[in-house]
């Protein structure tokens, strides 16, 4: 089978960028996937590079395109990053430490999450403004963690105050700390060199 140069690849991912693929966990997603494709087709029609991406683009862009936008997808990576072992025990110790901690802590839990949560939208918009990357999955991700925590305060509404408690700010911690870790793994898949010395 025909392999395609590092630069044939970066040929590809640049031709998604112009095509507003911004994100670029997206884009490196599809551009594996038209990579693989366009060798199998050089291979099978004996085409140059140029010509068999030419004619799958041609046929598949609109295809393509499509699933720069898909939501659930994300949810499902998020979801599976629940189940690991580390985020199992930070649960488990989340949930203990709230059951034993005193009701007049649940209001400052409640506003550090708050900060937590608005701390990394600014991070993240500013990193996104000075690296020029955007991650669709880890976006969409932080869109749901919001929806979650509204609707936990939403929900404290109904019990004797609104500053929450232990149940829910344990829920929506959990998800917060799930969220960080899901996010490290996921910018190091893409930016090893952050988390290595």
């Not at 594996?32 to 140059?48: F, G, P, R, T």
């Amino acid at each position: 089978m025909k392999q395609l140069s590092l630069e044939k690849i970066k040929f590809i991912n640049s031709y998604l960028e112009k095509s507003d693929v911004i994100f670029v966990d997206i884009r490196a997603e599809l551009t594996d996937h038209i990579a693989s494709a366009v060798e199998e087709k050089m291979e099978a029609e004996n085409l140059d590079f140029y010509e068999a991406f030419k004619d799958f683009m041609v046929d598949n862009k609109k295809e393509l395109l499509k699933e720069k936008n898909h939501f659930f997808p994300s949810i499902v990576r998020f979801s599976k990053t629940l189940y690991k072992w580390y985020n199992l025990a930070i649960a488990l110790l989340v949930a203990i430490t709230f059951y034993f901690i005193s009701e007049t802590i649940l209001p400052f839990i409640n506003v550090l999450i708050f900060g937590l949560i608005m701390c990394f939208y600014v991070y993240q918009t500013a990193s996104a403004l000075i690296t020029k990357k955007r991650f669709a999955h880890l976006e969409q991700v932080t869109f749901s963690l919001t929806i979650i925590y509204f609707g936990s305060l939403f929900f404290n509404g109904f019990y004797k105050d609104f500053h929450g408690n232990f149940y829910s700010l344990g829920i929506v911690s959990f998800l917060l700390i799930a969220f960080l870790i899901h996010y490290c793994l996921t910018i190091s898949k893409f930016n090893p060199k952050l988390f290595v010395r």
